[in-house]
């Protein structure tokens, strides 16, 4: 399975990606293994379908928020690896030397989002 995933992404997509999330090689390859088990279709991408196969997400009670939080950007309902991975980004711990993407500006604006979706769809 390791050599599946080098052969799949490439080390500078990893730098880029480590560069702007703040996760280990080891963690973006463990992380890309998920997506591309989540991509049945073998496209790149993941829709909300594949999202809601995950037993442990189908049962959360916030699974409606956590789900659409990843499809903000998105403008054909499907995410690609780099899109998964900003989004996770935002869920890590926040760190001096962290990325952009899990700064605590952007930690806020992802939870006034998360905030804003349950109000409107209460």
């Not at 992802?110 to 409107?120: A, P």
């Amino acid at each position: 399975m390791g050599n599946k995933v080098s052969l799949l992404l490439q080390p500078e997509e990893i730098a880029q990606i480590q560069d702007e999330t703040g996760f280990t090689r080891s963690q973006i390859e463990r992380l890309y293994s998920r997506f591309t088990s989540l991509d049945r279709s073998g496209s790149g991408t993941i829709s909300r379908e594949d999202f809601l196969r995950i037993p442990e997400l189908a049962i959360n009670p916030l699974c409606d928020r956590i789900v659409h939080s990843f499809f903000v950007n998105s403008t054909d309902d499907r995410v690609n690896f780099r899109q998964f991975m900003q989004v996770l980004a935002h869920f890590r711990p926040i760190k001096k030397t962290g990325s952009k993407l899990n700064s605590r500006e952007e930690k806020l604006k992802c939870e006034l989002f998360c905030f804003s979706v349950h109000i409107i769809n209460f």
